[in-house]
């Protein structure tokens, strides 16, 4: 395939010609998120024909979970008055699937929406009438609350080191002969040869967002909920995770920048430790959504649509097998002290 460069390479090489080479990060961030031609400011990349397809817009299936999950954890909360904020809303499609169910089970928060694409936010105002925006968490009120964010902290710009014989090397994005975009490293940092031979990997907004979290939860009678490509120490990937895809595929990081989604997968356990001493759980999406009753939300909505079988029973699948999205996706509950324990993570559904 030859491919046109896209506008953001010429920045990139431009930035590179001039400053040097540049971290991993500098260059997520710019490919996902400038101003005019990142990945997630001028198109719309989700959807069956678009780039990757997320849970809530495989079906509505998944939207309906996290809402009587909401629902749930806010009775344990002793039904106050909340806002329901989501990171990284998408489409809305999430949020308006979680309202359907949160309104007739008598929960009508004040709704939230954490964006910074405009394009997005122009898709999620249609979805999600009525709803506050925000462009950081920061900004969203404190008071009784429950955060969902699902395939936000994948998107977050991450910095890339490699821990070798030398010590720690910085992954970065620099220039061949040709003014080709060519990755490599740093010098190796003396003195930090801290862990064996192995790569790490650190988005700095990631950890910046989760102690926020942790300090709303510090407050008293909140919740969150965080659904993301990860692992634990059970399944950490050996080297390094960042991956590029575009149109479904995987392609080099270096391809068409802008135009290509760059995700890394999440250190749950990190996330966890990060959330400590409160409370959190973590378990697979697949056994996530089979607690919370997604097998019977699949048999009465084949009873209520027989044509639409075989695409309920396909949908269900790629939510939970293992294979699938079932054990790749991770969820991490936490809530704050007082605050009845979470559904979903292995107790069985709560009527
Ligand atoms: N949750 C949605 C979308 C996931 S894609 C779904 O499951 O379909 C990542 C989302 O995070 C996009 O909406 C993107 O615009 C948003 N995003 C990326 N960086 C962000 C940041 N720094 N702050 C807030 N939102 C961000």
New binding site residues.
């Given amino acids: 395939m030859n491919e046109e460069p896209t506008p953001l390479e010429a920045i990139v090489k431009a930035e590179i010609a001039t400053s040097g080479p540049m971290t991993i990060h500098r260059y997520m961030e710019l490919c ?2 400038h101003p005019e031609h990142g990945f ?2 001028h198109h719309d ?2 959807g069956p024909e678009g780039d990757f397809t ?4 495989i079906s509505q299936m998944f939207g309906e979970m996290l809402g009587a999950w909401v629902a749930t954890v806010w009775h344990g909360m002793g039904r106050p008055d909340f806002r329901l904020i ?6 809305g ?2 949020m308006a699937d979680m309202l359907r169910v949160l309104q007739p089970a008598g929960a009508v928060p004040e709704v939230w929406l ?4 405009p394009l ?1 936010k122009a898709e ?1 105002s249609r979805r999600v009438p009525g709803a506050n925006w925000a ?2 968490l920061a900004e969203v009120p404190t008071g009784p609350q429950i955060i969902v ?4 902290f ?3 710009p991450v910095h890339q080191f490699f821990f070798g014989p030398e010590g720690a090397r910085e992954h970065l994005m620099g220039l061949d002969a040709d003014g080709e975009l060519l990755p490599g490293f740093s010098a190796a940092a003396p003195n930090a040869t801290v862990h064996a031979l192995d790569w790490q990997e650190w988005s700095p ?1 990631g950890d910046l ?1 989760a102690d926020q979290i942790a300090e709303r939860l510090r407050d008293g009678n909140a919740a969150f909920l965080a ?1 993301d490509y990860g692992y634990t120490a059970a399944d950490r990937p050996v080297g390094p995770s960042l991956q590029a895809l575009r149109a479904n595929r995987q392609v080099q990081i270096t391809d068409q920048p802008g135009r290509t989604d760059l995700t890394f997968l999440v250190d749950f356990d990190g996330l966890a430790t990060r959330l400590a001493p409160l409370r959190s759980w973590v378990t697979g999406q697949g056994p996530f959504l089979v607690d919370l009753g997604i097998g019977h939300r699949a048999e009465s909505l084949v009873r209520s649509e027989p044509k639409n079988a075989g695409a309920i029973s396909d949908a269900f699948d790629v939510l939970t097998a293992p294979e699938e999205m079932g054990t790749l996706f991770k969820v991490l509950a936490a809530v704050s002290e007082g605050v009845a324990p979470p559904p979903g993570f292995g107790e069985g559904p709560r009527a």
């Fill in positions: 996902l998120g997630y400011k990349p989700f997320t849970a809530p817009e989501e990171l990284g809303p998408g489409r499609t999430l954490v964006d910074t694409s997005l999620q462009s950081s964010a699902n395939e936000f994948d998107a977050l907004l967002v659904i």
